[in-house]
C-alpha cells in the first residue's frame, strides 16, 4: 500500500511539473525552434535566437530542411571544425523528444578572446535544428556546462508560426489578406503571399497560381518627374518573367500618399504560361513600398481585385 501511495504522488508530481517546464520554452518570434533561453538572456532583435549582450553570449537557432541531418551528421567532423577555426573537444548522441540529435563541443580564439562553442544538430520530420551557443570565456562562471546543456536539452520544434506572429516581423501591418497565404518573410523587409488550395497547405499552392510579393526599400525619387523612370527601372528587377511588355505606367495616389502604378503582360520562365503584372509604389518617409502582383491571363479578372485589397490594407507601423 505504501508503495502504491508513494507512486501516485510521484505521477501526480510528474503531471504537475511537466507543463511548467513545457511553459519555459520560448519562441523567438517568427522561429519555428524554440528552447528555455539561460536566465538573462533576452531575445535577439538581429537574428533567430537569444544574446547576452553585456557577457557577449549569443544562442542562435537556424532551420535547415529535414534532409539536412544526414549530411551534417557525415559532415560534422575535426577536420571539417578545422577548417573553420575551430577546435573540436568532444562529439555526442543527444537525443531529444524531436528525434535523433547530436552535439559537439568545440572551442576558438577570436580577437585573443578564447570562445567555447556548443553546437547542437537536431533532426525532426519537418526540418532540423543548428542551435550553436557561443561563450566567452570571461562568462563562462555564469554560463556553465550544466547550464548550456540544460537549455539544449529543452530544444523544441512548433508545427507553425502564427500568421499574427509572422506578420509582426515586418516594418508594415498587412491588414487584408484577401485569401492569399504566407509563403515566406524576410524578417524587416518582405513578405510572400501566395494562392493556396482550399483547406491545403501554402506549400501545395499551384506552381503558377496569383501570387504577390510586397517589399519596402530605401529611398525613392524626390521629384515626381522621377518617378515613371524609377518605377520602370523597380519593375524591370521582378523575378520568374519573360516577354515583359508594360501596357501603362501612370502616377496615382495610395493610401494617400503619392503612388505610381505599372501594369504588364508577359509568360511565365518557360514561355508558355501568359500572365499579366501590376506593380504599384507607394512613396514617402524616406522609403518606397513596392506591391507586385501576378497571375495568369485567364485568372487577372478575379486576382486583381485581391491584389488591391492587400494593397489597400497595408499601412506604415
Wanted: proline share 8%; glycine share 8%; net charge neutral.
Amino acid at each position: 500500500m505504501e508503495t502504491i501511495r508513494a507512486l501516485t504522488l510521484f505521477v501526480l508530481i510528474a503531471l504537475c511539473a511537466s507543463p511548467a517546464r513545457a511553459a519555459d520554452v520560448a519562441y523567438p518570434p517568427g522561429s519555428r525552434i524554440g528552447l528555455a533561453p539561460p536566465a538573462g538572456m533576452v531575445t535577439s532583435n538581429n537574428f533567430f535566437g537569444y544574446v547576452d549582450p553585456d557577457n557577449s553570449v549569443a544562442i542562435m537557432l537556424v532551420a535547415l530542411p529535414a534532409e539536412a541531418y544526414a549530411d551534417l551528421d557525415k559532415s560534422v567532423s575535426a577536420e571539417g571544425l578545422r577548417r573553420q577555426g575551430l577546435t573540436l573537444e568532444s562529439r555526442e548522441a543527444m537525443p531529444l523528444a524531436t528525434g535523433d540529435a547530436f552535439l559537439v563541443i568545440a572551442h576558438q580564439e577570436i580577437e585573443k578572446t578564447k570562445i567555447r562553442k556548443w553546437i547542437l544538430v537536431a533532426s525532426s520530420p519537418a526540418l532540423t535544428a543548428l542551435v550553436t551557443v557561443q561563450v566567452p570565456d570571461p562568462a563562462k562562471t555564469n554560463y556553465s556546462d550544466s547550464v548550456v546543456r540544460a537549455a539544449l536539452s529543452s530544444v523544441a520544434i512548433r508545427s507553425v508560426v502564427p500568421i499574427d506572429e509572422q506578420l509582426g516581423l515586418l516594418p508594415f501591418k498587412v491588414g487584408e489578406l484577401a485569401g492569399f497565404g504566407i509563403a515566406g518573410i524576410m524578417p524587416g523587409r518582405a513578405v510572400m503571399l501566395v494562392d493556396a488550395l482550399a483547406g491545403a497547405p501554402v506549400a501545395a499552392a499551384p506552381a503558377i497560381g496569383s501570387h504577390m510579393l510586397v517589399t519596402v526599400g530605401p529611398g525613392g525619387p524626390a521629384q515626381p518627374a522621377e518617378r515613371d523612370t524609377f518605377a520602370r527601372d523597380a519593375f524591370a528587377t521582378v523575378p520568374n518573367v519573360r516577354d515583359v511588355r508594360i501596357t501603362t505606367s501612370e502616377p496615382l495616389r495610395i493610401g494617400g500618399q503619392p503612388g505610381h502604378q505599372i501594369l504588364a503582360d508577359a509568360k511565365d520562365p518557360g514561355g508558355t504560361t501568359a500572365l499579366t503584372v501590376v506593380q504599384w509604389l507607394r512613396f514617402g518617409g524616406g522609403a518606397y513600398l513596392q506591391m507586385i502582383g501576378t497571375a495568369r491571363a485567364e485568372a487577372w479578372r478575379d486576382a486583381y481585385p485581391r491584389f488591391r485589397a492587400v494593397r489597400d490594407g497595408i499601412e506604415a507601423r
